[in-house]
């Protein structure tokens, strides 16, 4: 019995033995082997001759000082490829010599940035950071990059930006924070940032901006796009002097106020897709420079004259896709420069000719997916002299209204699309009951032509003058008539005895020469 237990150690004693030598033979070789492969695949090397770009394969983020690769003025890119970079220390890039200039870090397993980790980049002025997974920007990061002029951040992990995270950024000329996860953004976060031109924060979850933007006086290009803003209390944008375009679209808002110095160079304002219900009669106020607004897909159900009428510049104005239910050609008569007018996909029914100013420059007018019945072409055409371009598909326009304008229009270089031809789509509405307005003799057709096209009220009214002026004029030349002849039948002597005096002479002389 105690040998047999004795026998069985010693058996158990041989196979651990054996397990152990077994791991060591088969590991030993494999662990080595996988360290030095994963040694050896880290390099850096020169690109393709010219392209003064060196690429980093597979490092770490304490290769870069290890390296024998020797970076000079022909590396002015750095690229690193599949890396695995995790944290980013004080000093990674402190290469001695190195002229860097464009230093592209996308996707190479970034998660932390500590404080002066580009310290040594004294000529770098292009950052690329996108693709990782930064999780915040903390003071001090930029330590030593005050040449930097772009830097991208975006397709990371940032949930918030905090104070001075960018503060030594004195020469960052443009931004991007695209498609992170920010939703706050400390009202000292920007600063120092005094040159930046261009500021991207599409795809975030911001719900607020106070007083964060402020600063950026020389702020040219703001993109917010997908974000969740819900209220703005309208001083957000109020520094930004020099902002051309501002991009809100596809947020929250719903009644939007915006202030804007009086001086704004503001050019093109997008807020689509938001849930707009009401544009506060102050919120476009001022914004004299601006020539593109896009409001397209809210709920806006009415548009006031006044609402507009300060925008002098714009060119291009898109409320399609919203509840309007009227269309009055005297809202839009106070924008004097406006060329484009979509307000197509709203519920409009009526076409109102409204007001004594026309639209100067409006040559192209998209009504289309409406409930429009009904169109008076002639009075529209009136007030719209520049119209070239008219979309009216998808209405409820009668069948026989293409013949009428087509006649109507024979002359004249203008295009109007009247109904959907696509299969399915309802093309007009016969109505059995013509209104009278539609079935006008060509006759008729070819005077009223005459008297209205392009005939605004004011033509009318000097033309009215005109004539009245010259019904005055013959009838002072009748006054004056009546007058010399009433003055030529009460002297009727004078000139009777001078004949007189004439047929007497010639007598005389007469009877002289038979004498
Ligand atoms: C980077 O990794 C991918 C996938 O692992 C591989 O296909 C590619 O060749 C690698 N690139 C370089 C330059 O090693
Ligand atoms: C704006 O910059 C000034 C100094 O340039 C600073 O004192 C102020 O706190 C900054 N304001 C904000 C809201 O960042
Ligand atoms: C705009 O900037 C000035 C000076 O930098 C500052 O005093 C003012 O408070 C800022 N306005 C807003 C609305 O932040
Ligand atoms: C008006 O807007 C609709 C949808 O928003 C678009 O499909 C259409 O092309 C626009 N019309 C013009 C003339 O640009």
Not at 487 to 501: E, F, M, V, W
Request: charged residues 20%; glycine residues 4%.
């Amino acid at each position: 019995m105690q040998q047999l237990k004795e026998s069985f150690c010693f058996q158990m004693q041989k196979a651990i033995w054996a397990i152990l030598f077994l791991t060591m033979a088969v590991g030993f070789p494999f662990v080595t082997s996988s360290y030095v492969t994963a040694f050896e695949l880290m390099k850096c090397s020169y690109g393709e001759r010219g392209s003064l770009t060196a690429t980093c394969v597979n490092a770490t983020a304490s290769y870069f000082r290890n390296t024998p690769y020797r970076f000079d003025q022909l590396d002015e890119t750095l690229r690193c490829v599949n890396c695995s970079l995790q944290t980013l220390d004080s000093g990674t890039f402190d290469i001695s010599g190195n002229q860097i200039k464009n230093l592209d870090l996308s996707g190479s397993q970034i998660d932390t940035m500590r404080q002066r980790a580009f310290v040594g980049l004294i000529f770098l002025e292009n950052l690329i950071l996108s693709n990782n997974h930064i999780k915040s920007i903390y003071p001090g990061t930029f330590t030593g990059v005050k040449k930097i002029k772009t830097i991208d951040i975006s397709d990371n992990d940032l949930t918030s930006l905090s104070d001075d995270g960018f503060l030594e950024l004195i020469n960052l000329e443009k931004m991007s924070l695209v498609h992170n996860a920010i939703k706050t953004i400390s009202s000292r976060a920007f600063n120092g940032l005094a040159k930046l031109k261009e500021l991207n924060l599409k795809d975030n979850q911001i719900s607020e901006l106070k007083d964060a933007l402020n600063n950026l006086t020389s702020l040219q290009i703001l993109n917010l796009e997908n974000n969740h803003l819900v209220t703005l209390n309208g001083m957000e944008f109020y520094n930004l002097t020099s902002l051309l375009e501002l991009n809100l679209s596809f947020n929250k808002l719903q009644s939007p106020s915006i202030e804007f110095q009086p001086q704004s160079v503001l050019r093109s304002l997008y807020m689509q897709n938001n849930i707009i219900d009401r544009i506060a009669p102050k919120f476009l106020k001022g914004l004299h420079s601006l020539e593109i607004l896009d409001l397209s897909y809210n709920q806006i159900n009415e548009v006031s004259q006044k609402t507009l009428q300060s925008l002098y510049n714009l060119r291009n104005l898109n409320i399609s896709n919203n509840k309007l239910t009227k269309f009055q050609t005297g809202t839009y008569s106070g924008l004097p420069q406006l060329e484009l007018l979509n307000c197509s996909h709203n519920e409009i029914s009526d076409i109102e000719i409204t007001g004594v100013f026309s639209l100067h420059s409006l040559h192209s007018l998209d009504l289309s997916y409406n409930i429009i019945s009904d169109v008076d072409y002639v009075g529209l055409i009136s007030r719209l002299p520049r119209l070239s371009y008219l979309k009216l598909e998808n209405n409820h326009l009668p069948c026989d209204l293409e013949d009428e304008m087509t006649a109507y229009f024979a002359e004249d270089n203008f295009k109007f699309v009247l109904y959907d031809n696509s299969l399915g789509a309802m093309k007009c509405v016969d109505s059995p009951m013509k209104k009278s307005a539609h079935v006008i003799p060509d006759v008729v057709l070819a005077e009223k032509k005459q008297e209205n096209r392009g005939a605004s009220g004011a033509e009318i009214t000097i033309i009215v003058l005109i004539c009245i002026v010259f019904v005055s004029i013959g009838f002072l030349f009748y006054l004056q008539f009546r007058f010399y002849q009433e003055i030529g039948t009460s002297r009727p002597n004078r000139a009777q005895s001078s004949t007189l005096l004439i047929e007497g002479e010639s007598r005389e002389n007469d009877d002289f020469l038979k004498e």
